[in-house]
């Protein structure tokens, strides 16, 4: 069994931000620092600043090394700003000012075991403009001749029967046997509705088809009723969520419904009806809250859970900073520009960030990636904390709700508060996966992956760092932050910079050469003014920790930050025996969930059933296996 240590993991939340007042902090305006640092970056290991785009091959690009206007190779300082902000936010506990995907809706794709087990009948009535669920009888189309279960490969989505094409979600007669039903062309036989299901994995080449059965109405079990007069729409928009989602990302592999006009016609249903009133067959989730029931719906079985909690919420007392007079630290000295009641707070830093420039001539080289994505907090063991429930054991969880017990004895439960892990921090990697050969790899260069122009191990750049009227404290930290406690000497704690950092690139060593501090003096009523002249770093100094050093946030940083935590250790995206990432997670959910370990954990090692082999080897990565 191999090990490996997940590229990434999280540094926790400490106790609620200091916020402050600015116009606070400091009174004595004398007293504070003004002048510059000089910091010079040093490459261990290839660094990756993209910049203007070289080629366009049939959708695979290549970028440059970023450039100046004049042609100088250059890191921009709003790249230095943002690396250095996000590590002091970290050790100070401070707010999250860009918390991930902050527009958008989070979705999740339920596991197989704890997939949508219930069918019903969502209803809206354009009276009362009021949603209801209810539960359905189901039953299962069978062949009249020959009375076997009807399982559809639908042409063009739709299934035919005696000449007649059937639509999902379509009004339909039937005649009812048992738990069974035979379509009839009779008006006098009770009125049902057709829900195709399609299963979990079909193909052109397979012999698996879509499921059809036939709904109708049995108890009521719950109303959406609106507020003030408004009408409560939170069915038809997530049931409408999902069905856009599922339509516009259709299976890579349905050939034969790669347009999926199964759910089209769902769609239409839920269209028509949200007009005119009418019925939609849907699949729910009963979630327990204690007091009352909650409902989730889905077109399908195994379906994409539309988290009704947004990031502002689930970040709570971590969400961006609203109020000028109440700031956290890294606001106070960064500045800050966040939503605040319809405009934008923008409160100015105190801090200036000069591009690096090199320190010598380098030539660049060739970084032909893996294939990235975006971040996947959908992945609920490594983003999010595992729920405790006493006495019993939780198999799943999400933003909303967890589930505890295993199928067909699983009880779903209202989650009181999501818990993130904390802040996403990469580790160091000694090796950086690329793809070596790309021409000779059946992956190769594609539209899903880049090539970089990338800065060589050992180059070096320096920049100017400007601070205005900061206090003693501030400097004394943010001089800590660039250089995490080492001195210029040591090569232990780095930075993570550029692009590429999963994949092990961008592993930086920051060390501060000279500091200049304006002085100002007060003699009677006039201020003296004193130019700040640099004055050179001892070799061997290390500025002293500000924070509490025993804190786990502190404690993680510090593992995070160390190079030797994965010295000699496999860095990479999870695989298993056949090499894919998403067969790790999938065999994860199937057994005893493993969770992300904490970076302060005696192991951070993870195990695998790939050989070292398929770690080192340039994968070859369909497009629904990207990295997480």
């Known amino acids: 069994m191999t090990k490996f240590v997940n590229p990434y993991s999280f540094i926790p939340f400490g106790k609620a931000p200091d916020r402050e007042d600015p116009s606070l902090a400091a009174p004595d305006t004398v007293a504070l620092k003004t002048g510059w640092m000089d910091v010079a970056v040093t490459a261990q290991t290839p660094l990756i600043i993209p910049g203007q785009v070289l080629s366009d091959q049939n959708g695979h690009v290549t970028k440059d090394f970023f450039r100046l206007p004049d042609g100088t190779y250059a890191i921009p300082g709003s790249t230095l700003r943002g690396m250095i902000r996000s590590v002091y936010e970290a050790a100070s506990n401070s707010c999250l000012p860009f918390v991930l995907d902050a527009e958008e809706i989070i979705t999740s794709r339920t596991p197989v075991y704890a997939a949508f087990k219930q069918r019903g009948l969502l209803e809206y009535n354009p009276v009362s403009g009021e949603w209801s669920l209810s539960e359905a009888n189901v039953y299962k189309l069978q062949d009249p001749i020959t009375r076997y279960r009807v399982d559809a490969v639908l042409a063009n989505g739709e299934y035919s029967f005696k000449g007649k094409k059937y639509q999902n979600a379509q009004a339909v007669h039937f005649i009812p046997n048992g738990y069974e039903a035979a379509l009839s062309d009779g008006e006098e036989n009770p009125s049902g509705w057709l829900q195709f299901q399609k299963p979990p994995a079909i193909s052109a080449k397979s012999t698996a088809a879509y499921h059809v059965c036939v709904l109708t109405q049995k108890n009521l079990l719950y109303v959406w009723k609106g507020k003030d007069g408004k009408k409560n729409r939170q069915p038809y928009l997530d049931l409408r969520a999902e069905l856009e989602y599922t339509i516009s990302n259709p299976s890579g592999n349905d050939k034969a419904n790669k347009e999926d006009k199964a759910h089209k016609a769902l769609m239409k249903a839920l269209e028509d009806a949200a007009k005119k009133g009418g019925v939609v067959p849907v699949w729910y989730l009963e979630i327990n809250t204690g007091s009352e029931k909650e409902y989730y719906l889905s077109p399908a079985a195994i379906g994409r859970i539309h988290q009704r909690r947004d ?234 920790c500000p924070w509490d050093a025993s804190s786990d946030p502190l404690l993680s940083l510090l593992a995070m930050t160390d190079v030797e935590k994965t010295k000699g250790k496999i860095v990479s995206y999870p695989l298993w025996d056949d090499g894919k990432i998403f067969s790790w997670f999938r065999n994860n959910r199937t057994s005893r969930i493993v969770t992300l370990p904490k970076p302060t954990d005696p192991s951070i090692e993870l195990d695998s059933q790939a050989t070292q082999q398929q770690f080192d080897k340039d994968p070859e990565v369909p497009k629904n296996q990207r990295l997480r």
């Open 311 to 544: 990031w502002g919420e689930i970040m709570g007392k971590y969400a961006p900073c609203t109020d000028p007079k109440s700031l956290c630290p890294a606001c106070r000295l960064f500045g800050t520009a966040s939503d605040m009641q319809g405009g934008k707070l923008k409160i100015k830093g105190k801090l200036r960030f000069g591009d690096a420039l090199p320190r010598h001539e380098f030539t660049t080289e060739e970084a032909h990636l893996r294939i990235l994505s975006n971040p996947k907090p959908s992945a609920f063991e490594f983003y999010l904390e595992r729920p405790e429930v006493r006495g019993q054991e939780v198999t799943y969880w999400n933003f909303d709700y967890f589930c505890t017990g295993k199928a067909p004895k699983m009880a779903y439960h209202a989650l009181r508060r999501a818990m993130p892990r904390g802040r996403k921090m990469y580790w160091h990697s000694e090796k950086q996966y690329s793809l070596r050969n790309p021409e000779s790899n059946e992956f190769g260069n594609s539209k899903l992956n880049g090539s970089f122009k990338a800065a060589p191990r050992s180059s070096e750049f320096v920049f100017r760092l400007y601070f205005d009227r900061i206090t003693e404290k501030q400097l004394k930290e943010l001089q800590w932050i660039i250089t995490l406690g080492d001195a210029p000497s040591d090569v232990r704690h780095l930075h993570k910079l550029g692009h590429g950092r999963p994949l092990g690139y961008g592993s930086v060593k920051l060390s501060i050469l000279n500091v200049a501090e304006r002085s100002v003096t007060a003699e009677g009523e006039a201020l003296q003014y004193i130019p700040p002249v640099p004055q050179p770093t001892d070799g061997d100094w290390k500025p002293e």
